[in-house]
């Protein structure tokens, strides 16, 4: 599921490296790199969305089977060997808190004051990538050797068009 998104992420910074290349030949044009960096945020969201889809349905078909499977059967044993190396996985990976706490206790400040809950291993692998990528978009290709105010307004840009795409990817999400 990941790979995907690195292979994307890669792809993304290799032509942003080679149009970094090209525009020492040729004025950058700011518009367009912008949109670039939205295009490939947009594709990173839609991998993701592609990917947890995927895993749903997959999951989805094997409680079908395992349904179909334990109908007409009186002893029901086909699942009665757990996969090793999926429990594994779930049990260091996806559902493995972050912390020497579980992952759904309440993170306190105070008594008085919640901040919400801690994410998973998984949850806050994918969180530290996506904010990575949001920096990496933001700085790649800019020209710092230019005087401050040009600097600030391609930064300012692509903030804004990055704040709008993540905007559009979470709205995606909440549905």
């Known amino acids: 599921m990941s790979s995907s998104i690195q292979l994307t992420a890669i792809a993304a910074m290799l032509k942003m490296v080679s ?29 993701l969305v592609v990917a947890l ?3 749903r349905v997959w999951l989805e078909s094997v409680k079908y089977v395992r349904m179909l499977t334990c109908l007409n059967n009186k002893t029901q044993r086909y699942f009665a060997l757990p996969s090793q190396g999926y429990a594994s996985f779930k049990k260091h990976f996806l559902y493995a ?19 919400g809950t801690l994410p ?4 806050l692998l994918f969180l530290m990538s996506y904010f990575g990528t949001n920096i990496a978009f933001c ?9 401050f105010v040009t600097v ?24």
């Open 19 to 47: 149009a970094q290349a090209a525009a020492k030949e040729a004025p950058v044009n700011a518009e367009g790199l912008n949109q670039d960096f939205y295009n490939y945020l947009l594709i990173i969201c839609g991998a």
């Open 53 to 55: 889809v995927i895993w």
């Open 97 to 115: 808190p972050i912390f020497s706490k579980r992952h759904n206790r309440e993170f306190q400040l105070s008594a008085a004051i919640n901040v």
């Open 120 to 123: 998973t291993r998984f949850q």
């Open 139 to 147: 700085i790649v290709s800019v020209d710092w050797h230019e005087d």
């Open 152 to 175: 600030a307004k391609q930064v300012r840009n692509r903030a804004g068009v990055l704040a709008v795409a993540n905007m559009v990817c979470s709205s995606f999400h909440s549905c």
